[in-house]
């Protein structure tokens, strides 16, 4: 019983002090919305980079191998902490016998 009552009270104090979306982005300038989607649109990038890895069944240290670089450059990548090259991504592409297309639209 103790436990529901804390549950109610966490959901109902969540929800008070919850904003939407919409909210935190209403109060963006039009350059800090592009910034942000920049960010999802390359956290998007990294995410398809690992799933490909994964799906080839590829640990990071078989890929780094394949591609000559070190495992954790591979990790710092796909964690979002390191921004590689286009050359590094060139290499990440052809040790998956993938292409990488670049494309400004």
């Keep these: 019983m103790f436990f529901l009552r804390n549950n109610l009270l966490v959901k109902k104090t ?40 994964k799906q080839l069944g590829l640990t990071q240290a078989e890929l780094a191998q394949k591609a000559a670089m070190p495992r954790t450059t591979i990790t710092k990548i796909e964690s979002g902490s390191y921004n590689p090259t286009i050359s590094t991504l060139l290499s990440l592409a052809s040790a998956m016998d993938k292409k990488l297309q670049l494309r400004f639209i």
């Design 14 to 53: 969540v929800k008070k002090s919850a904003i939407s979306l919409a909210e935190v982005f209403g109060h963006f300038t039009p350059i800090q919305e592009e910034r942000v989607a920049n960010e999802v649109y390359r956290y998007d990038l990294l995410l398809q980079l690992r799933d490909l890895r």
